[in-house]
């Protein structure tokens, strides 16, 4: 692919009726780059990952998820990401074990690649004593890393988080990142959504979306410079107050 972007975006829009959600927006991603898509709740931010993960028609314009495309190959692209969701990642009544073997099942792994990748989950994140509880019964942060390393499973080219963080403290938050490094270091790109300002400041670029649209994108330290900023939480605001 040209300048190794998997994924690129031009003039995406969704319309519901007359409401114009995600209007005509463009950008691309590169491999294994953590990029960072920000706004406030109604921005727009979750029905534009919405198509990008194969899963809402655009109303028009055009996207490319490793190399598929979002129109006439949703199937392929559900199969070369992964994606976790703020609401739902993880089955509360199967225990670490069973969820591990659910999803790598839905993802197509053979038996043996499900019991090696299981294996290697649980030491990973040192999840011996609890490999064989429900997962219900866990602490949110341990949930959170679980179902991360579920959603990396079947190696996929890109990995969509949406509000990956929401709810956890922030030793866990911090733990949380050190694995998207981790993750990005492998080849693997990131595509985050977070309210969290100072979770922007991890990412190697920002977009912020305001009404539909993106109103800013760049690395967060060319934003603060722009915005004459002295933190991504003062860029955000400007930028929402318009």
């Known amino acids: 692919m040209k300048n190794d972007n998997v994924i690129q975006v031009k003039n995406l829009t969704k319309k519901f009726g007359d409401f114009t959600a995600v209007d005509?927006?463009?950008?691309e991603v590169k491999k294994g780059e953590i990029f960072g898509f920000l706004g406030a709740n109604g921005a727009g931010k979750t029905t534009a990952m919405k198509m990008l993960i194969g899963i809402s028609k655009p109303t028009s314009g055009s996207a490319q998820i490793?190399?598929?495309?979002?129109y006439t190959h949703t199937e392929d692209i559900k199969k070369n990401i992964g994606y976790m969701s703020q609401k739902f990642a993880l089955y509360d009544d199967l225990t670490v074990r069973e969820n591990s073997t659910f999803f790598g099942g839905i993802y197509g792994l053979s038996r043996a690649q499900i019991k090696e990748k299981t294996m290697q989950l649980i030491e990973e994140l040192n999840l011996q004593a609890v490999a064989n509880e429900l997962v219900g019964s866990l602490p949110l942060g341990w949930k959170q890393k679980i179902a991360f390393s579920v959603a990396l499973l079947h190696n996929p080219k890109i990995i969509f988080l949406d509000e990956p963080t929401g709810?956890?403290?922030?030793?866990?938050r911090r733990q949380f990142w050190e694995m998207i490094y981790k993750t990005a270091n492998n080849g693997?790109?990131?595509?985050?959504?977070?309210?969290?300002?100072?979770?922007?400041?991890y990412c190697d670029r920002v977009s912020i979306m305001v009404n539909g649209k993106i109103e800013a994108l760049d690395?967060?330290?060319k934003l603060k410079e722009q915005f004459k900023a002295t933190d991504m939480n003062e860029v955000f605001l400007k930028l929402a107050r318009g």
């Open 66 to 70: 490793a190399d598929f495309d979002v």
């Open 188 to 201: 693997t790109t990131i595509f985050v959504t977070t309210h969290y300002m100072d979770e922007a400041e």
């Open 24 to 27: 005509s927006i463009s950008f």
């Open 167 to 172: 709810g956890v403290d922030p030793i866990t």
């Open 219 to 221: 690395t967060p330290k």
